[in-house]
């Protein structure tokens, strides 16, 4: 049985979860309701969006999951991003954060392309007479 858990882009994303929880880990006090939340909030939307949208077992359900997952990958970006001019982040811990970011985002992408392409062949297919 194929579950979500065999998905290689499910099983980087938590991995960029871990990441994100350990670099986060030194923000200052005051960033625990701030950017630490929010980095650790988008970070764990990502696989919890694969894995929700995987179950669904429609096509445009799944669809639509790895479309916010992707919103929260961009999200995990900038909030990165900010960390690191901020000086929160270390450059070295931004781009380990980043190392693991881009390969996410580039599968969410091809998963987000195949989906759609799916739900396109599946309607001409009805379309036909």
């Not at 006090?29 to 669904?56: D, F, K, W």
């Not at 270390?90 to 693991?100: A, D, P």
Request: charged share 25%; proline share 4%; hydrophobic share 35%.
């Amino acid at each position: 049985m194929f579950i979500y858990r065999n998905l290689e882009v499910w099983q980087q994303a938590m991995d960029l979860v871990e990441r994100c929880y350990r670099v986060t880990m030194p923000f200052p006090a005051s960033e625990m309701y701030g950017l630490t939340s929010q980095m650790r909030r988008a970070a764990i939307s990502i696989p919890s969006n694969v894995a929700e949208g995987h179950c669904r077992k429609k096509t445009g359900a799944y669809l639509n999951h790895v479309s916010i997952a992707l919103g929260s990958h961009a999200e995990l970006e900038t909030c990165a991003e900010a960390s690191r001019r901020l000086g929160f982040l270390k450059e070295t811990e931004f781009k380990s954060l980043m190392e693991l970011c881009d390969p996410v985002g580039r599968m969410l992408n091809g998963l987000h392309r195949s989906l759609e392409e799916k739900i396109e062949r599946d309607s001409s297919q009805r379309d036909r007479p």
